[in-house]
Nanobody
Framework: QVQLVESGGGLVQAGGSLRLSCSASGRTFNSYDMAWFRQAPGKEREFVAVIRLTGGSTVYADSVKGRFTISRDNVKNTVVYLQMNSLKPEDTAVYYC????????????????WGQGTQVTVSS
């Protein structure tokens, strides 16, 4: 059984920081890309960042570029982090981890494997 578990969300003031974690288990994700998405109330789920497990290159949404950093545990390739700095109220959303998707033509297409999400709330 595939399982993705996110943690690290919470309430923070604008300008603050949070670090999210996602742990994958139940399948060999060692050679898969891992990504973060988010969904704000009343909006569609949107891409945030992806890290290629082959080579470790990263891609970010324009809205978070320069503020968020995605990384992975170099020992356990099944753990990925999202360091979020200079948070803004518009970053408020439920953040989801995805693994095993397809990266093609600079776009990450998510797999069917999602975590339960972790709430991030940024107050002004």
């Amino acid at each position: 059984q595939v399982q993705l578990v996110e943690s690290g969300g919470g309430l923070v003031q604008a300008g603050g920081s949070l670090r999210l974690s996602c742990s994958a288990s139940g399948r060999t994700f060692n050679s898969y890309d891992m990504a973060w998405f988010r969904q704000a109330p009343g909006k569609e789920r949107e891409f945030v960042a992806v890290i290629r497990l082959t080579g470790g290159s990263t891609v970010y949404a324009d809205s978070v570029k320069g503020r968020f950093t995605i990384s992975r545990d170099n020992v356990k390739n099944t753990v990925v982090y999202l360091q979020m700095n200079s948070l803004k109220p518009e970053d408020t959303a439920v953040y989801y981890c995805n693994a095993g998707g397809t990266y093609f033509s600079s776009t990450y297409y998510p797999s069917a494997y999602w975590g339960q999400g972790t709430q991030v709330t940024v107050s002004s």
